[in-house]
């Protein structure tokens, strides 16, 4: 789990941490969604297929605090990408919360 947990912060690190007014953090968008408490998280990587399921509530708390501070900010450039590395998937219950390194719940990054 470290080893998803590393990349994916990473990857956001240096994908997504751009300033501008209409920033947004991980945790305004997913509550902006209709998530309220995450008790499940689906990470999957979009080159191999590979699927990790956390759902013990202390792994899910861990990743969050890990994650919820990065800030999402949509690009210039809005013209449509194909494919992603990772897909991020919180569920509350049986609300759910998707995005990518480039759109979060169809908002394009």
């Given at each position: ?21 209409n920033s ?14 995450v008790?499940?998280i ?6 191999t297929?590979d ?53 979060v ?5």
């Amino acid at each position: 789990m470290k080893k998803w947990i590393f990349i994916f912060v990473i990857l956001c690190v240096s994908l997504l941490l751009s300033c501008g007014d209409n920033s947004q953090t991980l945790q305004m968008l997913y509550t902006d969604g209709g998530i309220e408490k995450v008790d499940k998280i689906i990470l999957k990587d979009g080159t191999t297929g590979d699927i990790k399921t956390i759902t013990k509530e202390e792994d899910v708390d861990k990743f969050l605090e890990m994650v919820n501070n990065i800030e999402f900010s949509p690009r210039k450039n809005q013209r449509d990408r194909e494919g992603w590395m990772y897909q991020i998937t919180f569920y509350d219950k049986n609300k759910v919360f998707k995005f990518t390194l480039h759109q979060v719940e169809g908002y394009l990054l």
